[in-house]
């Protein structure tokens, strides 16, 4: 299947203006806010004695069908956490034990929860996650995840389609440019109508909310 690979955002966290240890949108630039999305936030680990569950994290929840998916709802942000310690004014959210450590924040900028070091795992992240979404959209998390599944079978589909056209094409002794073009147009027209399918799911999802973005 078709992977979606999370996008992290590695932004500078506000400090000094308007500060509120309890909203974590006060952290960061007002594009977040006016997104009016969930925050899923990574905070990562260079230190030698982290390094395996770092490997852990990429290995497995990273890597993760529900939690990539899930994830296109909202901002992802990726933060150095050996950088942060209990003196920073967002501590009450990004703080904990251990590190790596995931953190989830709803859309009105409060902490959903934490998990951290070897407790991370794509099932405890994706629960997180599920809450925070519950908050915010109406349509369940599982309910994105298995519709954009199967829009990612059926691009994998058609993608095969055209791999094997190409083949064929490749090893053909006779000219068949025309027959060749029909399939080739027809293959096009299924993929723009299942990715015009999916630009209609992605708008219905984020679109209807449980809140009226301020």
């Not at 992290?8 to 952290?27: H, I, M, Q, S």
């Not at 030698?48 to 909202?74: C, H, S, W, Y």
């Not at 519950?134 to 349509?139: A, H, N, P």
Request: glycine fraction near 6%.
């Amino acid at each position: 299947m078709a992977r979606i690979d999370l996008k992290w955002d590695e932004p500078k966290l506000n400090g000094y203006d308007n500060v509120d240890p309890n909203n974590f949108l006060t952290a960061l630039p007002a594009s977040y806010r006016d997104a009016g999305r969930p925050i899923l936030v990574f905070l990562t680990s260079e230190l030698p004695e982290d390094g395996q569950e770092m490997k852990n994290v990429e290995a497995t929840t990273l890597r993760d069908e529900k939690v990539a998916i899930g994830a296109t709802l909202f901002s992802q942000i990726k933060l150095n956490g050996v950088k942060f310690t209990d003196s920073n004014p967002y501590w009450k959210t990004i703080g904990g034990k251990e590190l790596p450590r995931m953190i989830v924040v709803d859309a009105a900028g409060s902490k959903v929860g934490t998990v951290e070091g070897k407790d991370i795992s794509p099932s405890k992240v994706f629960g997180l996650m599920k809450r925070a979404a519950s908050r915010t959209f109406k349509t369940d998390l599982d309910t994105v995840v298995s519709e954009t599944k199967t829009i990612l079978t059926e691009i994998d589909q058609i993608e095969a389609k055209r791999a094997a056209l190409a083949t064929k094409k490749a090893k053909s002794t006779v000219a068949k440019e025309a027959e060749w073009a029909k399939e080739e147009k027809t293959l096009s027209e299924q993929l723009k109508a299942v990715e015009a399918r999916e630009a209609e799911l992605k708008k219905k999802w984020t679109e209807e909310r449980k809140v009226t973005k301020a």
